[in-house]
């Protein structure tokens, strides 16, 4: 084949063409894209009162981070061990109290959201003393939350490397 044939012209334009479509669904599930992404909640919630103001530990609304790969949302009747006394005329917390007596969730939308060929587990993280900060930021200084970190796998693997973890780095550990 010529280098200047139209059969090698064809290839050429293939292969980038199917570069950029990779490149692009590459792109498309990345959540380094969301780093920074702090969505409007359907109620303010601002970890900077609960979790800096108030130091409420974050296991203590998030309570299945310990037994669980995932950290969850907390059930309304976390909040309401409080809210049942604290704040109660407060509009926003007259729309939980008033959700939560109809059973109906409140739909909070997801932050940290990693793609879903990606196994994460919380409780590993948790066990081993990696602290929340380490992944999430400084959330007791958020007044809404935000994705801190760009959870791409290059900067998790990084953190596996550091010798205070010595973390397995193997494809399955992350990928099943």
């Not at 380094?32 to 992404?37: F, I, M, R, V």
């Not at 970890?47 to 037994?67: D, F, L, N, R």
């Not at 109290?97 to 739909?107: A, D, F, L, V």
């Not at 992944?135 to 900067?155: F, I, R, S």
Request: charged letters at 15%; aromatic letters at 8%; a positive charge.
């Amino acid at each position: 084949m010529a280098p200047n044939s139209p059969i090698t012209s064809k290839i050429i334009v293939a292969v980038l063409v199917l570069c950029f479509i990779v490149g692009g669904f590459v792109f498309a599930i990345s959540p380094a894209k969301n780093q920074g992404y702090a969505p409007a909640q359907p109620l303010p919630f601002s970890h900077k009162t609960h979790a800096g103001k108030y130091q409420i530990p974050c296991m203590y609304c998030h309570v299945s981070v310990e037994k669980s790969r995932h950290a969850t949302v907390p059930a309304m009747n976390v909040c309401m061990n409080c809210h049942k006394m604290v704040k109660t005329d407060s509009p926003h917390i007259k729309k939980l109290t008033e959700s939560y007596e109809q059973g109906k969730p409140i739909p909070w939308i997801k932050v940290h959201d990693l793609p879903e060929f990606t196994y994460f587990n919380h409780k590993r993280h948790i066990a081993r003393g990696v602290k929340c900060q380490t992944c999430h930021g400084e959330v007791q200084n958020m007044d809404t939350v935000k994705q801190y970190a760009p959870l791409t796998m290059g900067w998790c693997v990084n953190c596996h490397r550091q010798p205070q973890y010595n973390a397995p780095t193997s494809c399955d550990t992350c990928h099943r």
